[in-house]
């Protein structure tokens, strides 16, 4: 079991340039959740598919932002037009049940 | 919603001391409670959960008491460890997919 793969693990991009960040959960996972983490607001919630279907994307910023999950074996968070305060770990997480989730490395994204 | 309140950090300890890190939470279903543990360039990863009231779970010389009448799920450990040295997330689902996780509490553990 490889865990939740998540890449690239760092990402440096200019400001006003698209992100793609990759996330593949674990086999058999049938929920992946994705959260942005900072120093200064923590470990905040964007969005989360069960069964590749979007269930709750509450946390996500309503502009540039979008997240798809195509097929059972990833997911793709895409910020477009990225700015500095879009700085921080995105990590993506998968469960199956109860509830627990398995966290990915995250990627360390670095907006110039 | 359902939300969780944690001791805000950081908190330093010296290898040997004890450790609690409070954390109560509020919501209006029946709660599974969790304490995710976080080391520096890694994920966080469930250090335990404890689905029942007034059960505990324990992992690692941690424990915690799901108290259901306090709201409370506060962490302790009798003696750290520099190894402990990590940021600590309190976090509740309720009957849904969704964690709700505390702002954590980094500690810090010298030698």
């Known amino acids: 079991n490889a865990g939740v793969i998540q890449t690239p693990r760092h990402k440096v991009t200019g400001k006003g ?11 058999g996972h049938s929920a992946v959740f994705w959260y942005r983490q900072t120093i200064v607001q923590g470990l ?19 502009e540039r932002f979008s997240a798809q999950m195509p ?35 995250g990627t360390r994204l670095t907006v110039l | 919603g359902d939300s969780v309140t944690q001791t805000e950090g950081p908190v330093t300890l010296s290898e040997g001391t004890s450790l609690t890190v409070n954390c109560s939470y509020e919501t209006k279903q029946y ?8 080391y520096p360039g890694e994920g966080p990863q469930l250090l335990f ?21 306090a709201t409370s799920f506060h962490l302790q450990k009798a003696s750290v460890q520099e190894s ?18 505390g702002t954590g509490t980094r500690l810090q553990v010298s030698p």
């Not at chain 2, 059960?55 to 690692?60: L, T, Y």
């Open chain 1, 17 to 27: 340039q698209e992100a793609t960040l990759w996330c593949e959960p674990i086999s």
């Open chain 1, 44 to 62: 905040e919630f964007l969005t989360y598919f069960r069964n590749q279907a979007p269930i709750d994307d509450s946390g996500m910023p309503k």
């Open chain 2, 84 to 101: 402990d040295s990590a940021v600590y997330y309190c976090a509740l689902s309720s009957n849904t997919d969704k964690v709700v996780f």
């Open chain 2, 49 to 69: 959960k404890v689905p029942k009231a007034n059960e505990k779970g324990s992992s690692r010389g941690f424990e915690a008491t799901y108290n259901k009448e």
């Open chain 1, 71 to 105: 097929n059972q074996s990833h997911s793709t968070l895409k910020i477009q037009s990225t700015q500095p305060q879009d700085s921080a770990v995105y990590l993506c997480a998968s469960s199956f049940s109860s509830y627990e989730q398995y966290f990915g490395p």
């Open chain 2, 31 to 38: 709660p599974t409670l969790f304490w995710y543990v976080q």
